[in-house]
């Protein structure tokens, strides 16, 4: 039975990400899936951020397979290194792009993406997915996502099989 996420929209977006964890922990604890939990980690960011792309890849055979997600369609399969998300993966560490166009490299999935925010995700101290999110915004992400997420991203971690 799926919860109700429940945030206030005039909250500051610290206040909606001290608001969703709890309610994400929850909405995981009972559930040992991990597309499952994935799947609805995904909506819910979308569901009380509205960005444009929210999703995971997953780490197979040396590329990052696309796996659950909320928004348009995307790029099925990024290799270590390439793009944003492949930058992620290589360096094991968090992507802020304010500027995808500025990027050098950048892959577009879409058009309407102007801003990124990438963060890996570890097993046993090797990145085995990355958190993507996509925003129609210019320099939509700050110092508030990359602490929030890498949280939300630490949580998931602990239900990794």
């Known amino acids: ?21 709890p309610q994400l922990e929850a909405l995981i604890a009972p559930e040992s899936d991990l597309v499952a939990n994935l799947s609805n980690i995904a909506a819910a960011l979308t569901e009380v951020f509205g960005w444009l792309w929210t999703g995971f890849y997953l780490v197979k055979d040396d590329e990052l397979v696309l796996g659950p997600f909320q928004g ?3 790029c099925t399969r990024i290799g270590k290194g390439k793009g944003v998300c492949g930058t992620a993966w290589a360096s094991g560490a968090v992507q ?40 129609e915004k210019l320099d939509d992400f700050d110092a508030v996502d990359v602490r929030e997420l890498s949280k939300i991203c630490r949580l998931i971690e602990t239900k990794w099989a």
Request: glycine fraction near 2%; charge should be negative.
């Open 96 to 135: 802020v792009v304010p500027n995808v166009e500025a990027f050098d490299g950048y892959i577009s999935c879409s058009s309407y993406t102007r801003s990124e925010i990438v963060i890996p995700l570890f097993k046993h101290a090797e990145v085995v997915a990355v958190l993507d999110i996509d925003s």
């Open 72 to 74: 348009p369609v995307a």
């Open 1 to 21: 039975m799926a919860d109700i996420i429940s945030v206030f929209e005039h909250d500051s977006k610290e206040e909606k990400y001290h608001a969703l964890y």
